[in-house]
């Protein structure tokens, strides 16, 4: 009997469910305009918090496609290095390889350590080499991240042994896809990989791209190849090389801190034994051999990309929630009118012996019912917007593999956002709508009474707060367009236009230093003989991409005292390379052909140096060197001073600069050319492709582009900010609008008896528009009020993000500010022209 009466409730319960939804349905279908301006609402909504969350998901929460990832560790050692750094983050995470070997060795109980060093490759075959890109990794590479091949093996410790000694690769499962169209003879067969044959031994499983989010390496390579792979530079068996970033799986039973302290010992004294090796100066010894060892997480493996983006994505995040916030609000607001509407229906019902959690169910299962339908659309509007802004990101980036197609993750997060925005604008108006005096209402026959009064202020509260927000909102979109202008208007102290840039690898096809400096005059002078070409030039370094390399100095004349940063940034250029690139010189000569390498060692320097080191006094004739101690002697003669420029980044102040001659680069391998033609150089762009492949047609061209969009690309962060920042706020304050205007054509028809009784009486049209405008006024005025406030305490988390412009920019808030009270005044002034248009005898017949 008691299986009889669950069965009986679990079925009623099922009956129930379907009657709602096929009445939810009905009234959604009989109410077009409600529910296409509701669907829309959480279409845009939900879309764009889910474009939002699968790109942070993406970037920041999702963890390495590896076994275990959460047993992960990155290591770090901050603190003086003596020798040269080589890495993309911040240097603390890099080390030489003579000292993995012994902290491998050593913390082997504690630890397991891998190393992986990233770098670009050239593979040649089929008749033509491409530009691609690689990882040197230790031998223990996979076996510690518990990652298997697809097809072959992957690399052992077998497979790192001797320098040179290991010529083999493993493709990743993607280039083994685009490639090879996943065709498993590729096994054994041999690549030409920067001019040395490897045989593929395998292909990494599907799905693992490496440890560093953003960057996908074709090509697993052993770290003992590493002067194969880059030529001119090896540093394999140096300690005072700093250039693998090592990551560990900790052993049962350790944490991270346990972990530190128990491999801190064996790090100490290879730290000692390599500061007697290296020679490591009195004063900087006792700092050298104190230094830390550190685990951090890793999990997510190196944290570069993060690093970089962690903070815009949490502030677009914030937004987008402010956003969805404001919808549901709007949705509230909507529903309250429609709850007043059906008020003597909910009072009937409950006349007729309905209780009022069944009517609270028959609503919140409309509401859930629109969210749910409004969260499909949000999903499609999600993956659109995703696939645009995925595409919009440029290739030099670092964000390589972000993907636009619907996950579980993604797909759970749009059910959850619409779960609760069904909660959000369904709840209290459900309770209020079935809050009813069954004798008032029923005798009312229709009129509004006191409840619609209580609705009307509660939807007003509602349009206040979502003008709060988008106050907000708006003032944040101000900073960040503000911040980008004048970014814009940067004085770069060099002219982008008319000028094309591509680069080249030479070292990567085998080139010698001397062959490099041999190739770039040949490519200059085949490029500058091409019609409508003004000069041409190259850098090693190219420009305003982030890249840089700098270098402690002695200048002569100039006294550092004891622990003073002396470094000066470098770049080696080619003959008339600052008149190429519009950089002006103030005093001496230009570098040019006559500086070779056999030549008398001179730079040109910039105003910030001179500035740093003589005081402003001319520079020329003045000597300084690469390097500090007793043994630097400075051989290097100033022959030129040039204005200011931006090398690095736009944003980054400028820095003692030197120009020195390509010429006498004993280790140049990369090459970046400068052309400025006397025209729009993208129409010269087939022109300078064959010039270099006339002269070696197996070498790669890459980074081909006009100035002007490297200058963009580097602004890129800032542009995004700003353009989905302004999206965001314009949405919002165009759902405080329609959610404006709904209220006050609501509480104008709640108030059509009292206005036709006022122009009755002899009020004029302007006292009946004032009348409405002046709640528009207060709503807008006390929003604005609470918003004012709340931008003065949220800028003050995106000022770091922001340059040339403060938190508390009066431009910036003052905008925001007449936008949105504009806004409010046209989305009020509508209803009130209606209301100042009614027909007095129409109006006091009105029910």
Known sequence: MPMRTRE????????HLLQDLRYGFRQLRGNPGFTAVALMTLALGIGANTTIFSLTNQILLRRLPVAHPEELVILRSPGPKSGHISDDGDGTASFSYP?????????????????NFPLGLSVAGQGQTERTTGVLVSGNFFEVLGVRSAIGRTLTMEDETAPGANPVAVLSYGYWQRHFGSDPSILNKSLVVNGTSLAVVGVAGSGFTGVQIGRLPDLFIPITMKAQMTPNWDGLSSPEDYFIPLLGRLKPGFIPSRAEIALLPAYRAILESEAQETKVSASNLSAFVQKPIVMEPGSQGRRILQKRVRQPLVILTIMVILVLLIGCANLASLQLARGAARHREMAVRLALGAGRRRLIRQLLTESFLLAMLGGGLGLL?????LNALIGWIPKSYGALGLEAHPDPSMLGFALA??????????????????????????KEQGTTGSEGASNIRLRKSLI????????????????????????????????TDHLMVFSISPALSRYSAAQTVDLATRITDAIGALPGVRSVSSAEIPVLTGEDESSNSTVEGYSAQEGEDTSVEQNYVGPDFLATMGIPIIEGRELSKADGASSPKVAVVNEAFVERFFGGASPIGRRFAFGAGSKTHPDIEIVGLVRDSKYTSVRDNIAPFAYLPCTQRKTLGNLTFYTRADRDPAAIAVALKDAVAKIDGNLPIYNFKTMRDQVDETLFDDRLMTVLSLLFALLAALLAAVGLYGVMAYSVGQRTREVGIRVALGASRANVLWLVLRDVAAMASIGLAVGFVGALIASRFVESELFGVKAKDPVAFGLAIVLLAAV????????????????????????
């Not at 009986?8 to 009956?15: E, G, L, P």
């Not at 000292?99 to 190393?115: Q, T, W």
């Open 8 to 15: 009986r409730r679990r079925v009623s319960f099922v009956d």
């Open 99 to 115: 000292m993995f070997k012994e902290l491998r060795a050593r913390g082997s109980e504690i630890v397991e350590l891998f190393a």
């Open 381 to 385: 509007v999600g993956l659109f917007a």
């Open 417 to 442: 956002v619409s779960i609760l925005t069904g909660v959000l604008f369904g709840l209290a108006p459900a309770l209020r709508a079935t809050r009813a005096s069954l004798q008032s209402t029923l």
């Open 464 to 495: 206040i707060s979502q003008i709060a927000v988008t106050t907000i909102l708006l003032v944040g979109a101000s900073l960040f367009a503000r911040s980008l202008n004048s970014l814009n208007r940067v004085d770069l102290g060099l002219k």
């Open 824 to 847: 409010a005044l046209l989305a009020g002034y509508l209803p009130a022209r209606r209301a100042a248009s009614v027909d007095p005898m129409k109006a006091l017949r009105y029910e």
